[in-house]
């Protein structure tokens, strides 16, 4: 059974700190590139960064650059993403999703073949 679960969501001020994990199970993770994307009502799910399978150079959305870090560890069949300097527009439902390629990731949420069930940040004083 294939299973993505994200944690470490909840409600933070802005400017604070969230560490996202995302954790695998049902399928060898160093085979796929995993994405981290964000969800926000009446909006179209938006990528917030990218890593592949191998690692290699990850990808951020501009507004990410600076504050947000991915990171993978294949062997714990986790992968995480790092949040600093929250912003109140960062508050939305952040998912996590694999993608069966053996080189880079992609940035837009269409085409990867398993997701997680989302987890809740909100950024609010």
């Known amino acids: 059974q294939v299973q993505l679960v994200e944690s470490g969501g909840g409600l933070v001020q802005p400017g604070g700190s969230l560490r996202l994990s995302c954790a695998t199970s049902g399928f060898t993770l160093g085979a796929y590139a995993i994405g981290w994307f964000r969800q926000v009502p009446g909006k179209e799910r938006e990528g917030v960064s990218c890593i592949g399978a191998g690692g290699g150079i990850p990808y951020y959305d501009d507004s990410m650059k600076g504050r947000f870090t991915i990171s993978r560890d294949n062997a714990k069949n986790t992968v995480y993403l790092q949040m600093n300097g929250l912003k109140p527009e960062d508050t939305a439902v952040y998912y996590c999703?694999?993608?069966?390629?053996?080189?880079?990731?992609?940035?837009?949420?269409?085409?990867?073949?398993?997701w997680g069930q989302g987890t809740q940040v909100s950024v609010s004083s």
């Open positions: 999703a694999a993608e069966l390629r053996p080189l880079g990731c992609r940035r837009t949420p269409y085409e990867y073949d398993f």
